[in-house]
Structures are given as C-alpha cells and as structure tokens.
C-alpha cells in the first residue's frame, strides 16, 4: 500500500498578474528584491489588493499550506516512502514532493522554496506543473479509491477510515488547503467518497496528520491485507 495525500485547491500560488501592480504587493516584493510575480500571495501582506481577486477566502494562506505539509512530511509512513504528497493550487498547479522529501520547518525557507517551484525553478526535491484535479487523479495516479475529507462528508470513524485505506493498494485521500470555504464542484464529483471524522470542522493539519497516522497503525496490523 501506498498512499497518495493531496492538498486539493490549496491556497498556495504567486501573486496574479490582475493584483500585481497594487501598492501592497509591489512594497512587499520591493522588500524582498522580487518581481511582484514572484513572491507567493499571502493574505498578510496582500489583504487589501485581494479582495478584488476570484474567491479571494480561499486564498492567499500558504502558511497553513506549510504546517499541513509539516503533519504529514513528519510522519514515518512519509519516511517510509509510502506516502506520496502532491499540492493542488487554486490556479490548477501541482506542487509535487520527491520521495522522503522534507520541506523546510521555518516559514520563510518554505516560502523561498515554493516561489522557486512555482517560477518553475527544478531542484529535483520539489516540482511544480500545470495540472487540474482531473488531471492528476485520472491520469497521473490513478488510485484504487479515492476519498475526500469535509464537513460536508457523512460522518464515520476514522480508525475505521484509516482500516479502509491501508486496504487498498494505491489509495488516495484529499483534503482541503484552504482556510475557508467548501471543495469546488468539480473537485468533488472526482470522489469516490466524502468523509467528515469530527462534529467540529477541523483544519487541515489537524485531519491530516490524524490520518496519515490511522493508516499507518492499520497497515502495520497483521489482519489488514492490501488488495491487489
């Protein structure tokens, strides 16, 4: 069993060329000696400039992008290399990790690197192409199952989930990396199924490495046989 882990419409992209020119993304990439293209949209610094951007709540948080990778980069089914870690931006880009990758745990050379990434940089750690959910599902991975987590799922154990999982042989899970909103219609009708696993809503590193480990503790088990 391998697992694919994808942070679905996450909101994690440079800054769009309709805000570039405004007071506040160009003092920020000044600051940083940048083009203003080039520095990542983040929401504080670009607060103002961003309302005036498409579904502005879902974007503009690549720090809640960088703790989620944290979750689940950390764990030793990461470490292992059974799990496979790919980053769906809002724009349809995919951020996809090389095997046992670790990303950096300070912000700033987190950020550093996926400005690189998405300027199309190639370190052979980290690679970024253009690419849709349907795209990378369909004809990129391709999984046994794929199952999506929101608050819009119907509700089950996650012992149970990560059981589920650990018995396929290539499966996939999707999680929002956004902070606010839902999974857009397209991304949902990719699903095999939607799963929420806490009556509160929970954020994205909270599920994530929650899961990452309740697959782990289930592939470990003797009773739990991949099909293949």
Known sequence: MVLSFVFAESALELVPREIARSTE???DARRREREPTEV???RSFHQGAMQKLKDSEKRGRPDLV???LLGVTGTP???EGRVKVFVHTWPDVVVELAERTRIPKNYLRFRGLMEKALA???DGLVEAYP???STLLRDRLRPSLTMGFSVQGGMRDLVEVGKELAGEKDPCVV?????HGHFSRHTLELLDSLVRVDERPLEAHVVSARLVYEVERAAKSPTIKSRQ
């Open 131 to 133: 690419a849709s959910m």
């Open 175 to 179: 999680v929002g990396g956004f902070p």
């Open 120 to 122: 199309g940089s190639e």
């Open 77 to 79: 089914l990461y470490l």
């Open 66 to 68: 960088h703790v989620a």
């Open 25 to 27: 993304v160009v003092a």
């Open 40 to 42: 990542l949209l983040d």
